[in-house]
């Protein structure tokens, strides 16, 4: 703390009784008498040893070297600082305290007295001596020794911390007072107004001590600290300096390369010598740079030594340079031999074969591995958009392609291998406004990525079945629908310059635009045909409720197991119900059986979605059910071609008609030989008579 400084009191000399006593001394004989106790000068007439001083009590001193390094002038009880010739004489004060513990009670109450020879020529320095008091509830006297008069005091008082302002002993926290002039021994006493209570917290002890005046700075430091461990804190004092603890207080002094007070803060403590300047150095011809505390001698510039130094780390970069140069090499063929890897594991060899065997041309882009990591942002899960048999489907952004759907295969065996490379190759083939666009590949991955164009409004399958979808479809969009994928399917059975069976026709692979435009997608397990074959024999691949079971039980991939599929897709989008579904008895819990059931029992109409027939259109229904029925057939000879289908739904989209007002149709009837029911609306069902021949007005439909 700040009153742990070196306090320095000051005695003053009577200038006439130093110079007379001076003078008749002046002839002694001192030789052998020590000069200095520690680092403290003794000057004459002061002296250590009764022959050594001028002969009178108050000028003789003691060196205590034996119980304290270095050694310590004491005059009495008192520590000499300082012995000036010029009359005066400055040493260690002693502190008084009062302290306080938690619960309020005195723990210690300790005046302090400071006894000078009555009859000697020294007295206290009223001019450069000044009495200090700290605490924030605190009494500060001075009064003669064993008296009760006392001659001066003060009163320093603080409720809050933050009212108390460093470097001010103006009464909040710090106070002073002069002493009068003359005095030659005093007691310092300490009191309290309220036992400290309200700030023991932060002050629990009162201070008073006699310090030189401008060698004292309080600080707020200086009230937390308690009587029992204060001499263990930290004194604050001038950077660069270096203090001693003593018994009474600390002795400090700037530290080599600087100079200054050492008991003053900042600008005005200990000062850096500037060696250069002063010409303080020992640098010869060399160069003199000024450091903190010190300076360094630099050579001076060698133009030939830097030329040295300039060809090293020129010759040090060209190495770095040819390592590095080396290195990208390396890398650059670690990744090309990485890249053919992957080309060649991932079917790009397949690819070519395919290419070659056909005869045909493949154009589609190749991406570059950057390229599709940056329009997914490293395949970020939210980009996902669906996941499939082969693989995961991501959105993306590409600079000259807009939005896309990148699809990442999974980690692959060779047969996957075979179904992707059958993919991109077979896509690049078609060029039709109904079926998914293959806009490239990337084959130098560690899986194969395909990058279609985007279609943004779901699946058919979403669309049909799922809630997450709310659009209900009319029924001239389920004819568009249905018309536009038989159009996609007849095209690549009959209009592709290799046919192609599709091999997996279902609705969750016919996507939807924003205007609900059908697309044809997912061609992984589609299949090329020779121009002079009609069936293939394959391993019986597909999924379950769109299977042809022709297929299924000859193994002979025929484009009439593609009619039977999209015969289930065309099913769906009339009752709206799943292909398969557990909710159903046993026997017809395949769609395609649940349908065929409806029709051979009469009950069409309790299976068709309602929504769609309520709106009318009844001829067509029973048209593209009768159309349905013999895509569903299970011998295949009796199913219609593809070609046939899209030209059958391309004719009933365009005759569709959207009912007219109740009413309109009063009085006609439309002769219908199957299915032998009609329908009123709402789910009932109308006449029907013993030979399966049904006649219903379109009147009653509109009641």
Not at 116 to 129: A, I, K, Q, V
Not at 570 to 585: D, N, Q
Request: net charge negative; aromatic share 10%.
């Amino acid at each position: 703390m700040a009153c742990r400084q070196q306090y320095l009191l000051l005695f003053q000399l009577t200038p006439l009784i130093w110079l007379a006593l001076a003078a008749a001394a002046a002839s002694g004989d001192k030789s052998g008498c020590p000069q200095k106790c520690g680092d403290v000068s003794i000057p004459f007439p002061f002296g250590i040893g009764d022959r050594c001083h001028i002969g009178k009590p108050w000028f003789n001193l003691s060196c205590n070297g034996g119980s304290s390094n270095p050694a310590k002038p004491y005059w009495g009880d008192l520590e000499i600082l300082d012995i000036s010739l010029q009359g005066q004489l400055r040493f260690s004060s002693p502190v008084a305290k009062d302290c306080y513990n938690r619960s309020g009670r005195r723990e210690s109450n300790d005046p302090v007295s400071i006894l000078l020879y009555e009859d000697g020529p020294f007295t206290l320095s009223s001019t450069r001596t000044i009495f200090t008091a700290i605490g924030c509830d605190t009494q500060g006297y001075i009064g003669p020794i064993n008296g009760t008069d006392y001659i001066t005091g003060c009163v320093s008082i603080c409720q809050e911390m933050e009212k108390v302002d460093n470097n001010s002993c103006s009464g909040i926290g710090c106070c002073q007072s002069c002493i009068p002039s003359g005095v030659k021994n005093l007691q310092m006493y300490l009191n309290s107004f309220n036992d400290h209570s309200s700030v023991l917290d932060f002050n629990p002890c009162s201070y008073a001590f006699l310090i030189e005046k401008d060698h004292f700075e309080f600080s707020i430091k200086d009230l937390f600290f308690n009587s029992k461990y204060e001499r263990d804190q930290p004194v604050p004092v001038s950077e660069n300096s270096l203090c001693n603890d003593t018994d009474l207080g600390y002795r400090c002094d700037c530290e080599q390369g600087y100079r200054g007070n050492p008991y003053l803060t900042g600008g005005d403590g200990c000062v850096d010598i500037d060696e250069c300047s002063e010409n303080l150095h020992y640098c010869g011809e060399h160069k003199c740079k000024n450091t903190k505390g010190g300076y360094n001698c630099k050579r001076p510039f060698d133009k030939f030594v830097a030329i040295q130094i300039l060809l090293g780390i020129v010759i040090i970069l060209l190495f770095i340079l040819a390592i590095y140069w080396i290195y990208c090499g390396l890398e650059r063929r670690k990744i090309i031999k990485l890249r053919d890897e992957f080309f060649q594991k991932n079917g790009g060899l397949l690819l070519q074969q395919q290419i070659s065997s056909h005869g045909v041309t493949v154009a589609t882009k190749i991406f570059s591995a950057e390229e599709l990591e940056r329009a997914t942002n490293k395949y970020d899960e939210i980009q996902i958009i669906g996941r499939g048999g082969y693989g995961t489907v991501y959105k993306g952004v590409l600079p000259n392609h807009g939005t896309v759907a990148i699809k990442k295969s999974k980690i692959v065996d060779e047969s996957q291998i075979e179904q992707f490379i059958n993919e991109v190759f077979i896509l690049s083939q078609i060029n039709h406004r109904n079926v998914v666009k293959l806009l490239g590949c990337c084959l130098e991955t560690e899986v194969p990525l395909l990058v279609y164009e985007f279609i943004s409004n779901g699946t058919l399958f979403d669309h049909i079945h799922n809630e997450v979808h709310p659009l209900t479809f009319s029924l001239e969009d389920r004819l568009r629908i249905a018309s536009e994928t038989a159009g996609a399917l007849a095209y690549l059975h009959f209009a592709a310059s290799i046919p192609i069976f599709h091999r997996d026709v279902k609705s969750t692979n016919i996507l939807l635009d924003n205007d609900l435009t059908a697309k044809v997608s997912d061609f992984g397990a589609s299949r090329l045909i020779p121009l002079d074959q009609t069936q293939i024999s394959t391993i019986v691949q597909g999924t379950l409720g769109y299977l042809d079971p022709e297929y299924l039980q000859t193994g002979q991939l025929t484009e009439k197991s593609d009619v039977y599929s999209f015969g289930v897709v065309l099913v769906e989008l009339l009752t709206g119900e799943k292909p398969t579904s557990f909710a159903r008895s046993p026997e017809v819990r395949n769609l395609s059986m649940y349908f065929l059931l409806s029709m051979k029992e009469n009950s069409l109409f309790n299976v068709l979605d309602h929504r769609v027939v309520d709106e009318g259109g009844i001829e067509q229904l029973i048209a593209v059910s009768q159309l349905a029925k013999r895509c569903l057939s299970l011998n295949g000879d009796e199913r219609p071609t593809m070609k046939e289908v899209a030209i059958e739904l391309e004719e009933l989209k365009r005759s569709f008609v959207r009912p007219r007002a109740q009413g309109k149709y009063e009085g006609t009837k439309v002769e219908l030989c199957e299915p032998s029911e009609a329908y009123r609306g709402n789910g009932s069902v109308v006449g029907q008579d013993s030979l399966g021949n049904s006649s219903i007005s379109l009147v009653e439909m509109a009641r």
